[in-house]
Every structure is written in C-alpha cells, then in structure tokens.
C-alpha cells in the first residue's frame, strides 16, 4: 500500500499544462478574440470622437455583412482547398470571369425573354462557367501534379485575360430589374445577398463538418499517404475541391453583378488576398489539416470590420491592407505556436 501511495506521489504532472490549454485556446478562438478586439476599439473611437454608437448601428452591422459577402464567398470555397493542403490564387480573376458571363448572358437573353428568365440564365452561365477553370485547376494539380501554387496561378491569368477579352476590356452594364433586386432588394429587413451568403455558409459548414467529404478533405490535409491507404480516392477528391472553390468564385461574381447591375472582369482581383486572409485569421493551417467554416466566417468578419471601420473613422484606405497584413502576420505566428504546443500535448 505504501509502495503504491508512493509512486502515485512520485508521478510528476505534465509542466505547463494548464498555460499550453490557455494558449491552444486563444489560437483556436483567436479569429473571435480580434473581431471583439476591433469592435471594442471601434466603438470607444466612435463614442469619444462622434458621441455614437459604432456596434449598436443597424446601418453600421449591414454595411459590415454586405462588405463582407464578396471575400466570404471567395474564402469558404479557399478554406476547403487550404484544409486539404493545397491553395487557389485563381478565385479573384474566376469571380471576375463569372461576373462579365453573367453580365453578358443576361443582356441577351433579355432581348428575347422577360426579366425573370433572362436573370436566370444569367446566373445559370456565371456559375457554369466558373466550373471550367475549376476543372482544369484540379486535372492540373491531381493528373499532372503541378504544384497548386503554380497551377492555380496559370489559372489566375488565363481567366483574367478570358474575362476582359470578353467584356472588351470595359465593364458590362445589365439592365435587368430582376438582377437589381436581387443584389439591392431586402427581404425582412436584410439585405438578400447577405441572405443568400448565410444560406451557403450553412451549406458549406454541414458539407464540412457532417459529412464524408468534409473527413476526407481533413484526411488529406493531414497526410496524403495516410488518405491514400485508407483507401480515399486523392486525386478524384482534389478535383472535387477546385470545382467547389471555382463555384464559390462563380457565385461571388453573380452576386457582383446583382449588386453593381454591371460585370466587371477586375471584380475579385482586389479580393484574393482578403479571401485568403480570412481563412488564414480563422484558424485554417496553411499546412493543411485544420479549419472551419465558422473559423472563415469570422475571419471574413474581421477583415470587413477593419475596412468599413477604418473608413468609418476617416482613416486613408490604404491603411487597410497595412491592418490586414498585419493581422495576417499575427495569425499566421499564432498558428504556428499552436503547432508548437499543440504537438506534445
């Protein structure tokens, strides 16, 4: 009995454990604690400098949500492809593509049909369009293994080219009432759009999270050996991943041209590196393996907070991509301290 005593006493805890919990907590919650932080600092701005309210704005939270559809949509589609290991610099000029097709689909079919079938077919031509630069970005990286970098950013400049060849190297006006509601109209009080964006990340969080293709896109960011003798079928599902990320692209793009009634092949460029930020500051490994939807949702949330509350405050536009790239640097040594700590737990 003693003996037993004693070498229960003589087991050491582990050191640190309760301070290695604290920090793989922050790293996890860490896309939340800045969204906090920055709402924090922007109504204490707000309240000192204008005697306003900055988070208690109705007009305020919809203007957020609304600058916060395009880069969302873009990054749910990014934080499958993150999470499996890979990267697709290719949604911004996809975005763009999608928006000039739509553009372009709906003035003509509104010449012989009524506004309601023309939006449709409009629609139908951005997302299916943006599926052929999504094909050939997983039949690049899954049958010729080139490396996604450089696969997707051959993309990047096909669909570019292809967008402002298309609209001649201008923006497409559409002039369709339908299409106007859709990107302007509100239903119960919120913008549709945003609406419409909620509805996908619901969709994307559930494809994620609750089903086979969500474990087996975490099995291959985890390790492609192991993915491949657990019998997944790799190169079928990176074609599956680029496909969804060029849709998600594709309907960004559809929701630019709601919203601007006009295609614009520059639609997504100035997006990219927002889409990729966002799933970078909510928690996505640019190692692969981890992430979540929600984890993006934030992070799209974050990075329209600093762009609207900047402007809010009258600080010059430019300094958004330093808060932005700073942000970044942070999460991404935040991500690799919870490697760190995470690793011997």
């Known amino acids: 009995m003693v003996a037993q005593m004693s070498s229960k006493v003589l087991v050491p805890r582990k050191p640190g454990t309760p301070a290695k919990r604290w920090i793989l907590w922050v ?9 906090a932080l920055l709402l924090i600092v922007f109504e204490i701005w707000s309240r000192l400098s204008y005697g306003t309210t900055f988070v208690l704005s109705s007009y305020n939270a919809q203007s957020i949500t609304i600058f916060a ?52 077919a409009g629609i139908a031509a951005g997302l299916g369009v ?45 002039s369709n009432s339908w299409f106007a509601a859709l990107g302007n109209g509100r239903f119960l009080g919120f913008p549709v759009i945003v609406i419409i964006a909620a509805l996908f990340v619901l969709v994307m969080h559930y494809l994620l999270g609750q089903t086979r293709f969500g474990q087996h896109t975490y099995a291959l ?5 192991a993915a491949v003798r657990a019998g997944i079928g790799v190169g079928r599902h990176t074609r599956k991943l680029y496909l969804l990320s060029a849709l998600c692209a594709g309907l960004g793009g559809v929701l630019y041209t709601a919203r601007f009634t006009a295609g614009a092949a520059q639609a997504g460029e100035p997006l990219l590196l927002d889409s990729i930020a966002a799933v970078v500051i909510g928690g996505a490994s640019l190692f692969g393996g981890s992430g979540t939807i929600l984890g993006t949702v934030a992070g ?15 600080v010059e536009p430019f300094w958004q991509f330093v808060a932005v790239g700073i942000v970044i640097i942070i999460s991404v040594l935040v991500d690799q301290t919870q490697r760190k700590f995470g690793g011997d737990r």
């Open 130 to 174: 943006s599926l052929v630069p999504g094909a050939v970005n997983g039949w690049l990286i899954s049958k010729l293994k080139v490396p996604p970098f450089i696969g997707t950013l051959g993309m990047f400049g096909v669909a570019r080219g292809a967008a402002f060849i298309l609209a001649s190297g201008t923006t497409v006006p559409v």
């Open 300 to 314: 799209s949330l974050v990075i329209a907070v600093i762009q609207y509350g900047l402007v809010f405050i009258d």
């Open 27 to 35: 790293a996890a919650m860490r896309a939340w604690l800045f969204l």
């Open 221 to 225: 960011g985890a390790s492609e050996q």
């Open 69 to 120: 559809v395009a880069p969302l949509l873009l990054a749910l589609g990014e934080t499958f492809v993150i999470i499996a290991g890979g990267i697709d610099l290719s949604v911004g000029f996809i975005m763009g593509l999608s928006a000039v097709i739509a553009a372009l689909v709906t003035n003509k079919a509104g010449a012989v049909l009524p506004p309601f079938p023309a939006m449709l």
